[in-house]
């Protein structure tokens, strides 16, 4: 932008010395389409910087991938503080309990072929007038959507319009002057579930999965939005009992039943089921983005068992670390069945797109609380380092770069 608008200047200065000299009508035409001709171009070569369009639904196009690339040294970050935006839940307000470092803070997604603009609060908001939002899914996803309310607090302070008591799991947030609405709606395994021990903590706890059951406490609101976004993650590597149509059909981590099924056999039927939902709502036209799974980074040992996630920068390509196989088989499981749900939705009017953020997250293992999600002194209470959530500011505001991106997509 800066470029783009020296170069202007300098040709219109240059423009004046012209007209100073030659005065003829003659030569003022010719000056006049010479203006023409290099805004065309100067249009053009601004314009280029951007990723091409149209994207198809999985955010590619034949020159450009928005989600294959690095993350870039960006020394103008960040776009907001925790006394900016008070709307950061304390596990991942990393500054608030004394993270120390703050490079982490200061990347920027760079997508191999094009470029990936800095999300723009008012042109966002404007994009969505009249619109809204749904975040399905885990706290990950609600970690998304604090991270959109923070970048949008530049410009608009949304309003609680919540209409249930439950703070964390049912929200609604308004923002008056755009007349849009987010939601966050909590079902970590997307269908039926139940805890299957009250009492036992819920970080082991047992859970029975009815896979193809919808959780009504988000489908039944399905139709009062315009955009969700769906996702989901590490609850799915609770061990589980699995059932269809009423029956055990088998489980996870378990000895008592004679079937052992993968983690990707539940979370790929869950999402199945979750995109049922979607399609068969008669009323929703909008589109659904599947937000694809989010790696942890946990490194030293077990989750449970004094792992942590220390490093401070970037892994700088995908040479220096893999997804891993589980989160692979997850990835292509929600894949495959978001395929599906994209060409029926086509039937009737029913957008998907892919907001596959699984490669940017991977490279940042710098991005996550670890033990600043709360005080030392907490120690009393069994806290686990955090390499699954992300620190706000942080690494997921790039997602909402990438959703804006796609929304543009669609708007063109
Ligand atoms: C993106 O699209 C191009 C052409 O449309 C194709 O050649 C390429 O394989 C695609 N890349 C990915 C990662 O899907
Ligand atoms: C914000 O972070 C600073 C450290 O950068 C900390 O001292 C302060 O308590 C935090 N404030 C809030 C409201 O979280
Ligand atoms: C706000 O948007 C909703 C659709 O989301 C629409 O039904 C309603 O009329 C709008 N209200 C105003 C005041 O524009
Ligand atoms: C938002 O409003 C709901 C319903 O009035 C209320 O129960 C909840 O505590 C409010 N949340 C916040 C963060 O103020
Ligand atoms: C468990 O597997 C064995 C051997 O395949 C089979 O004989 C038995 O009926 C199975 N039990 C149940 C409860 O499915
Ligand atoms: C990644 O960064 C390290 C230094 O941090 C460097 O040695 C290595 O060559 C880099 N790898 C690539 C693929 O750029
Ligand atoms: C710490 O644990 C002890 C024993 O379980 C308990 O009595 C005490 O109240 C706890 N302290 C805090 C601050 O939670």
Known sequence: MKEFHLSKLCFIR??????????????????????????????????????????????????????????????????????????????????????????FLKWRWKPNDCELRILDPLEFLKLVRGKSMAFVGDSVGRNQMQSLLCLLSKVEKPVNVSYTTDKQRYKRWRYPSYNFTVANFWTPFLVRAEQAEADAPIATALFNLYLDEYDVKWTSHIDEFDYIIISAGHWFYHPTMFYENGKLVGCLYCSSVNSTLQVSYGYGKAFQTAFKAINSSPKFKGTTYLRTISPSHFENGLWNKGANCPRKKPFNSSSEIKLDDGASSLYNAQVEEFKVAEEEGKKNGKRFRLLDTTHAALLRPDGHPNSYGHWPEEKNVTFYNDCVHWCLPGPIDSWNDLLLEMLRMDHN
Not at 24 to 30: A, E, F, Y
Not at 49 to 78: K, M, V
Request: glycine share 4%; hydrophobic share 35%.
């Open 14 to 103: 240059k423009m004046r010395v012209l007209v100073q000299q030659i005065n003829t009508t003659k030569s003022l035409l010719l000056i006049a389409s010479t203006l023409i001709l290099v805004t065309i171009i100067l249009y053009h070569h601004h314009h280029h910087h951007l990723p091409p369009f149209p994207l198809s639904s999985d955010g590619n196009s034949s020159r450009c991938n928005i989600f294959l690339g690095e993350w870039i040294w960006n020394p103008d970050a960040t776009y907001y503080t925790n006394t900016t935006c008070n709307l950061i839940r304390n596990q991942q307000n990393c500054m608030k309990y004394g993270r120390p470092d703050t490079d």
